[in-house]
C-alpha cells in the first residue's frame, strides 16, 4: 500500500511556519517556496531559519530536515562582465 506523504515548513522553533502554513506534495516543492518566500521577505535573519516536517501514517508529524538558513542563489551584479 502506497502512503502519499505529506510535508510542511516549520521555523526556527520547529513550530509550524507562521507565513508558509500549507502542505505540500513533495520536499523539493516545499523548500522552493521557502526559498522564494526567503527572497521576496525583508530579510530578517531570524525568519530564514526554515526546516521540513514529514506526516506519518499515524498522523504525526517528524522532523525530516532541522531548521537551517536556506542558501538562495544571490541575484547576478548587474553591470558584471
Given at each position: ?51 521540513v516536517e ?12 532541522l531548521p537551517?538558513a536556506l ?11
Open positions: 500500500m502506497c502512503v502519499e506523504r505529506r510535508y510542511r515548513l516549520i521555523d526556527g522553533c520547529c513550530e509550524p511556519h507562521a507565513q508558509l502554513d500549507g502542505e505540500y506534495q513533495s520536499i523539493d516543492g516545499a523548500i522552493s517556496d521557502a526559498i522564494d518566500w526567503v527572497l521576496a521577505s525583508t530579510g530578517n535573519q531570524a525568519n530564514s531559519l526554515i526546516g514529514v506526516c506519518t501514517a499515524s498522523g504525526d508529524w517528524r522532523t525530516c530536515r537551517a542558501l538562495c542563489a544571490l541575484p547576478a551584479a548587474a553591470g558584471s562582465d
